[in-house]
């Protein structure tokens, strides 16, 4: 079983260690772990996550235009993975992505948690990776959300009709929220 620690590295906040997971360490725990130790490490709750994994492993997880870089959000006091956020469509040569966040239970909503673990991801995003630009798409009707990247700083942009399909077939529309590097207030 693969130990959720941390010792391990990551990154600190007051409540939360964040475990950054990434194409490599996620391919050779889907290659080598046995399915419960990786179902743990990447916070996949049934069988069709770990499905579903297993697809964007062998799409390659990443093309030459764009990577991601998750962390997953683990509860310092129980070791409980309960979240994830972080980058994907990051677009190296550009230097931008889009962020993605969301808990895996609403039983940890609404407690200051993702914007605790926004903070540091965020400052790695317009630090070490080098961003200028960060954005996230988000749906018009998701009202926690936008206050959330509001909260950080994000400005709305734009308004893109029927964007993406919802896991219920429904296809939605999306708000884009933007931050600059230059804009942040929380360096």
Known sequence: MIRISPQE????TARLWLRETNPDNTRQVLL???KAAAMHFLGLQTQEDYEEALKNLAK???????????????LKDNGEVIGNCGFHNWAKKHNRAELGYWM?????KRQGLMKEALIEVIRAGFGEMGLWRIYANISPTNEPS????KHHGFQ???YMRQDYVRPDGVTDDSEMWALLKNEWRFR
């Open 32 to 34: 080598e772990e046995d």
């Open 104 to 108: 895996l239970t609403d039983t940890y």
């Open 146 to 149: 936008q206050r959330l990247v």
């Open 9 to 12: 590295p990551g990154i600190d």
């Open 156 to 158: 709305k942009e734009g």
């Open 60 to 74: 390659g997880m990443e093309s030459a235009w764009a990577s991601f870089r998750l962390w997953k959000l683990v």
